[in-house]
């Protein structure tokens, strides 16, 4: 028998989504097929690809956060703040990022040790981090003198070799996320946890500890999010997250990622923020308006599904000639 086979299954949704949408633009929405406009893609994916990452890790361990897109924008005015009080820019920007962090840790306490469902967990510290950052800002923009943290407009608008240096930092986060994924124990448990978290309780290992840790390394990413939004658009915004939340968990999922399964793929959720991403700018090219743009999104998602659904299927009727056949 060989070993490692591919199976249908195992192709994120978002491969098919993808290659349709962009044929698609590129035909239709004229200047989407320009290097500006493909840069612009990417800098543009930079923030949803590191809040999928962390959602995505979530939900592979049976979870949900419907949190991240308001603790994003908790963490920016947080660090925003900081910033217009004369703070280090460093120091600002780290506690910015903790504060995501803890967050994500007050996500899984209930959760773990609470015994909070994750949908109820979460949709509190939605609303949680959305009310503090409208107060804390009193609902507008968070502005800081520019002229005191060059370094600032260097991540915001600076670039290497002609790639932005905000594309490049977050490339990097995602690079840390994923070799610390892939190369210690953090995806065998996540997968255990997702299929069934007995098994990883019965082998000695603590439930309620790898859950606290999923969802804090989902906060942290929102974290990062959250200083790395306030340098690219030079305010802290106490808006700005709103719906992110949503883009994550439906990047995620077309990427190959669902409840209950015991597996997914990283890769597939950071091409399902891609692909969102990419669907975003070639309808903002053809004109579309943004409730629009939100009603393909939840489309997008019902289609995923389909065609997870049909792989299942198909790789269902494979197996039952491959039984017959040996019988």
Excluded at 95 to 103: E, F, P, S
Excluded at 134 to 159: C, M
Excluded at 179 to 196: M, S
Aim: proline residues 3%; glycine residues 12%; charged residues 10%.
């Amino acid at each position: 028998m060989r070993k490692n086979r591919f199976h249908l299954t195992d192709l994120p949704s978002a491969v098919i989504i993808f290659i349709v949408v962009f044929v698609f633009f590129a035909v239709s929405a004229g200047g989407f097929f320009s290097a500006y406009n493909l840069a612009s893609i990417l800098t543009q994916s930079v923030i949803p690809c590191l809040l999928v990452l962390g959602v995505a890790i979530v939900i592979m361990s049976a979870g949900l956060d419907l949190s991240v897109g308001n603790v994003l924008t908790l963490s920016g005015v947080t660090c925003g703040l900081l910033l217009k009080a004369g703070m280090p820019v460093a120091l600002a920007m780290l506690v910015g990022v903790l504060t995501g962090t803890a967050c994500g840790f007050l996500n899984g306490f209930m959760v773990a040790k609470m015994k909070l469902p994750p949908f109820i967990a979460t949709l509190a510290m939605m609303n949680i981090a959305s009310g503090l950052a409208n107060t804390l800002s009193q609902k507008k923009p968070v502005y800081w003198e520019r002229e005191a943290f060059p370094i600032l407009d260097t991540i915001g608008t600076g670039a290497v070799l002609g790639i932005p240096v905000f594309a490049l930092i977050g490339v990097l986060v995602m690079a840390v996320v994923i070799f610390v994924f892939y190369r210690t124990r953090l995806r065998t448990n996540v997968y255990t946890l997702g299929g069934n978290e007995e098994v990883l309780h019965l082998s000695g290992v603590s439930v309620a500890k790898w859950k606290i840790v999923v969802f804090t390394l989902s906060g942290l990413m929102a974290g990062v999010g959250g200083v790395l939004m306030d340098a690219r658009v030079t305010c802290a915004d106490p808006t700005v997250g709103t719906g992110l939340e949503f883009a994550a968990v439906v990047g995620a999922v077309i990427g190959g990622n669902l409840q209950n399964v015991g597996k997914g793929n990283l890769f597939g959720a950071i091409l399902g923020a891609i692909t969102l991403a990419t669907i975003r700018n070639g309808l903002s090219i053809m004109h579309m308006n943004n409730y629009w743009q939100m009603v393909l999104t939840g489309a997008i998602l019902v289609i995923g599904m389909v065609i997870r659904e049909l792989f299942v299927r198909i790789e269902h009727k494979k197996k039952l000639k491959e039984a017959e056949a040996s019988a």
